[in-house]
């Protein structure tokens, strides 16, 4: 059993970078865990934005930010990043990040056993 804590949202404005964490809240390792990050703005379904696998040695990422998205991992801090750049109106959403016993990536929902409480990001001029 793990417990995701996540840091990083806030209000941006439209071109900025943004670095989300995913951590687990005691320390624990979890570095065999496949980690995605999904995301969901007022009014619309859950989206995938991106996994990374157990280990980090592989990454997928869905259309809405592939090519300005990249998910990283550190093992020692226990902690998974979701970076963001060039961030547009659409991208304000809440952000959560989730944890699956399997070796990964994947994208579907139903593939994590472990989510975070999500993090809010607006992209606001």
């Known amino acids: 059993q793990i417990q995701l804590v996540q840091s990083g949202g806030g209000t941006v404005q439209p071109g900025d970078s943004l670095r989300l964490s995913c951590a687990e809240v005691s320390g624990r390792t979890f570095d065999g865990y496949a980690v995605g990050w999904f995301r969901q703005a007022p009014g619309k379904e859950r989206e995938f934005v991106g996994s990374?696998?157990?280990?980090?040695?592989?990454?997928y990422y869905g259309e809405s930010m592939k090519g300005r998205a990249a998910i990283s991992r550190d093992a020692a801090k226990s902690t998974v990043y979701l970076q963001m750049v060039n961030l547009v109106r659409d991208d304000s959403a809440d952000y959560f990040c989730a944890a699956s016993t399997r070796w990964g990536p994947f994208s579907g929902e139903s593939r994590y056993d472990y989510w975070g409480p999500g993090t809010q990001v607006r992209v606001s001029p």
């Open positions: 990374i696998s157990g280990g980090g040695g592989s990454e």
